[in-house]
Each structure stands twice: as structure tokens, then as C-alpha cells.
Nanobody, 115 residues
Framework: QVQLVGSGGGLVQPGGSLRLSCAFS????????VGWFRQAPGLQREFVAS???????KYRDSVKGRFTISGDNAKNTVSLQMDSLKSEDTGEYFC?????????WGQGTQVIVSS
């Protein structure tokens, strides 16, 4: 059973930074892609960022230039550095891994951007 454990959320003022981390119970190199989605209250879950087995990264347009995704193969972790946070970044953030057979999800970590 693959497990993903997300952490690092919290309350931050607009313009601040947070770093999310996701620990995988299996090597991240065994996944086709890994990354993050988020879900604001009352809205659908949306893609935030990912990188693939070829180390290609993708970001949703609204976070480009502010968020950076990275992976540590030795620790089997995926991180999301979030800078210049805005109120619209508020939501629950879920890490995921896709291995072609299915998606695996972390339990979610809450990010609140508010003054």
C-alpha cells in the first residue's frame, strides 16, 4: 500500500511564504508524475504543479513564478515552495503520485493566506 503524507501548511500573511512537503512510502522515481493539487472551500480540486519522471515541470498559470516544485530522490519527498502568497492561494493542498495504474493521494494540508 503506497502512502503519501503531506505537511507544512499553515496561516500566512499575503506576500509570505510556505513550504509544503510530501513524504512517499515508495520511491518517487517509480511514479510517472508527482505533484500537488489544491481545493478551496466550495470549489473543485485544481492542479497546482507537477514534475514527471523526465524531470519536466508544469505549473498552473496563476502560480508560475511564485511556486517551485522539487523532489528529493534520496528522501522520497516532493516539496512545493510557495512565495508571494495571495489570498486566492488559500485551500487544502493534496500531494499525489501517478504510476500509470492509478493516482495516490496524500491526506491534505491546509494553507490559509490572510492578514
Amino acid at each position: 500500500q503506497v502512502q503519501l503524507v503531506g505537511s507544512g501548511g499553515g496561516l500566512v500573511q499575503p506576500g509570505g511564504s510556505l513550504r509544503l512537503s510530501c513524504a512517499f512510502s515508495r520511491s518517487i522515481t517509480s511514479f510517472k508524475s508527482v505533484g500537488w493539487f489544491r481545493q478551496a472551500p466550495g470549489l473543485q480540486r485544481e492542479f497546482v504543479a507537477s514534475f514527471t519522471s523526465s524531470t519536466s515541470t508544469k505549473y498552473r498559470d496563476s502560480v508560475k513564478g511564485r511556486f517551485t516544485i522539487s523532489g528529493d530522490n534520496a528522501k522520497n519527498t516532493v516539496s512545493l515552495q510557495m512565495d508571494s502568497l495571495k489570498s486566492e492561494d488559500t485551500g487544502e493542498y493534496f500531494c499525489y503520485g501517478n504510476d500509470n495504474a492509478r493516482n495516490y493521494w496524500g491526506q491534505g494540508t491546509q494553507v490559509i493566506v490572510s492578514s
